[in-house]
């Protein structure tokens, strides 16, 4: 693999995202089993929504009937956030080509945390590469 060394770097760096992914993740599915909800909506809520603040949100708008309005808003609030770490990495992913749109899609506070270290890119062969590992990585951790 011509990546091997980058896609070894990205593994090792998202180690300790896996930890609290698995550790948010327990807490999520005792929260949801509590309310009635079994682990297919685990699963479902896991892989459509990424991003930890809002799922344990909508457990809350599920079993109070919130109406779709009300959590749209509270979405948009909730995740206001990336935006503006969406603009701080506009000259990192420029070139990645459509890579971009899914590293765009899964940006989570971790993923730009290991993102926007730079000493992480120093010595990898193609950055864009290391960037989507890690961002498909976290997102792999997230869905498990």
Known sequence: MKYKKDAKKAFIATIPVLAGYLALG????????????????????????????????????????ISLLSAAVMTLIINARHLFYGISLVDKYRGSGLKKVY???????????????????????NKHFYYFLVSLLDHCYWIM
């Open 26 to 65: 327990f807490g999520f599915g005792v929260l949801l089993s509590t309310e009635g909800f079994g682990p297919v909506w685990a699963l479902f809520m896991s892989i459509t929504m990424f991003g930890g603040s809002m799922q344990y949100a909508a457990v809350g708008f599920l079993a109070d009937g």
């Open 103 to 125: 590293m765009i899609h899964t940006l989570t506070d971790e993923t730009y945390s290991l993102v926007c270290n730079d000493d992480a890119v120093k010595d990898v062969s």
